[in-house]
């Protein structure tokens, strides 16, 4: 039992467990803003894997490095992602996903 | 049990149970607060892994710039922030369907590696210098820095995509040049609430500002 927290096994548990939990409220919930709090949920269980990974293999910071950009991307991203959904509420008078139905014929 | 083991146990427990705040709430500003603990508890993480200076970068960026970004916008939607009602029953079958798929294939995917049977072995004692500023640095400025000039150029034109998508036409903003400072920068109502109720004058204004005092 002292072992927990020193293999690497447990953190990509732990990240496969919050990865899962992002993907289902990505697709169970219809509410935009959940739906881009979930992409944030799998990126933050995708930067803990890289760490992870990064301490087992301690030559370099790759991992870290990789996590840094990763972090970077994921802030631009929710800034536009936000733009379009108060773009997408001035459209509909709605943030619920499945009014975004422009494009069907 | 040492200190290392029941740090690890509080901190993922903290972001399991943020992450499940996150997607189970109703209100959505209950999910920013979910994330909000979510990342509080990846950071703690992170310290646990020699990453000080990434722990530090999570809680700065995260905490401190995106959920307040989303703490803006749901504040900004008001009550229309919130899930709406009525939906089309098959659209909603499909969608707790899809959960439950994505949920039996990670239930898969975990049972499979836990009998891959590889051998685990114990992290090594990290030198001091893992996961330093000092060492980050030297890196992202040495050998990593043309993609880190890349992210500035990344951010900018996200900043001003945000603003130009958020903005909408220039010319639907020319018209509303007398309109109040919401109404330039939303051009139009915001609220569905405020549709039919129209945008007071400027004597209106004064005169209610006079009877007021």
Redesign the interface.
Same mark, same amino acid.
């Not at chain 2, 646990?48 to 990453?51: P, R, S, T, V």
């Not at chain 2, 229309?80 to 709406?84: H, P, V």
């Given at each position: 039992m002292s072992s927990l927290g020193y293999f690497i096994e447990h953190y990509v548990v732990l990240a496969g467990a919050l990865f899962t939990l992002g993907s289902i409220g990505f697709l169970v919930r219809r509410n935009v803003l959940v739906q881009l709090m979930s992409i944030e949920l799998m990126l933050n269980a995708v930067n803990l894997m890289l760490v992870a990974f990064n301490r087992q293999h301690m030559a370099d910071q790759n991992g870290q490095v990789f996590a840094f950009f990763i972090i970077a991307v994921a802030a631009a991203e929710v800034a536009v992602g936000l733009a379009i959904v108060l773009a997408f509420y001035r459209l509909k008078s709605s943030v619920q996903s499945d009014e975004a139905d422009q494009l069907r014929h | $049990? %040492?200190v290392? @083991?029941v #740090?690890?146990?509080v901190a993922?427990l903290v972001?399991?149970f943020g *992450? #499940?705040m %996150? /997607?189970a709430s109703r209100s959505?500003i209950r999910? =920013?607060v979910?994330?909000l603990i979510?990342?509080v508890g990846?950071a703690a993480? #992170?310290l $646990?892994? @020699?990453?000080q200076?990434?722990a530090a /970068?999570?809680l700065i960026?995260?905490a401190g710039?995106?959920v307040v970004?989303?703490v803006f916008?749901?504040m900004?939607?008001g009550p229309?922030?919130?899930?709406?009602e009525g %939906?089309?029953a098959r659209?909603r079958v499909a &969608?707790?369907g899809?959960?439950a798929f994505?949920?039996l294939l990670?239930a898969a995917?975990?049972h499979l590696?836990s009998r891959s049977g590889l051998t685990? @072995? &114990?992290?090594?004692i990290?030198?001091v210098t893992?996961?330093s500023v000092e060492? /980050?640095g030297t890196?992202?400025f040495g050998s990593?820095v043309i993609?880190f000039e890349l %992210?500035t150029a990344?951010?900018i034109?996200?900043?001003v995509?945000? /603003?130009a998508? =958020?903005r909408?036409k220039p010319h639907v903003r020319r018209q509303s040049k007398s309109a109040s400072p919401t109404a330039r920068m939303?051009h139009?109502p915001?609220m *569905?609430r405020d549709a039919q109720r129209p945008l007071p004058t400027k004597a209106e204004r004064a005169a209610k500002a006079a009877g007021g005092m």
């Open positions: - | $049990m %040492t290392g @083991n #740090f690890f146990a993922s972001a399991l *992450a #499940f %996150t /997607i959505p999910s =920013a979910g994330l979510t990342i990846i993480l #992170f $646990m892994l @020699n990453a200076f990434l /970068i999570q960026v995260y710039a995106v970004l989303f916008v749901i900004l939607l229309d922030a919130g899930d709406g %939906t089309v659209a &969608r707790y899809a959960g994505f949920l990670s995917a975990g590696v685990p @072995n &114990r992290f090594k990290a030198p893992h996961g060492s /980050i890196f992202l990593a993609p %992210t990344l951010l034109v996200a900043v995509g945000a /603003i998508v =958020a909408g939303f139009g915001l *569905a």
